[in-house]
């Protein structure tokens, strides 16, 4: 960082947070000119200025975020996560009978694993998890088209003609 004034190095500083905010050019002119009373030449200076170090400070965080990104203990981890085809063969392995999984045993000396075939609630579960990857879950969609008039349909011949003169004029009073 160069050695300048005060006022201008704040005002390049404030222009920088500008840029990371997304202000434009003639938005942070109309700023500056109000507020400092300086000429646009000065300011295209300290704009000249406040771009470059934005864009230095950009591209700090692209290369940091890069290195985080590519760093080999993320590639290690990365590397042990199985994508959707490898779990979906696995499921399908397990769901055809064909995979053995690993069961927990109680005899007298304790408890021991042994490698064993699905069984029905492995394979019925493994079937279910399929069908959520695949969406067969989904909900269906159906359109309902209406025109907004709202009818009720009621059996009207046990109605008094008092009743039905009164409920009309209702309907007429609300229809307006």
Known sequence: MVDQK???ENIILSLVDDLDFGVEYTQALTMFVEKTGKSTRTFDRYWREAKERFYEGLNDKVAAKAHVVNSPEIQAYKARIID??????ILSAMADGSLQVPRNVVTREGVITL??????TDRKAAIAELNKMDGEYAPIKKETKHSGDMVIK???SNLSTEELLKRASAVKKLNG
């Open 6 to 8: 005060p006022e201008k």
């Open 84 to 89: 959707k085809f490898e779990r979906m063969q």
């Open 115 to 120: 490698e064993a075939f699905p069984d029905y």
């Open 154 to 156: 009621q059996d009207l």
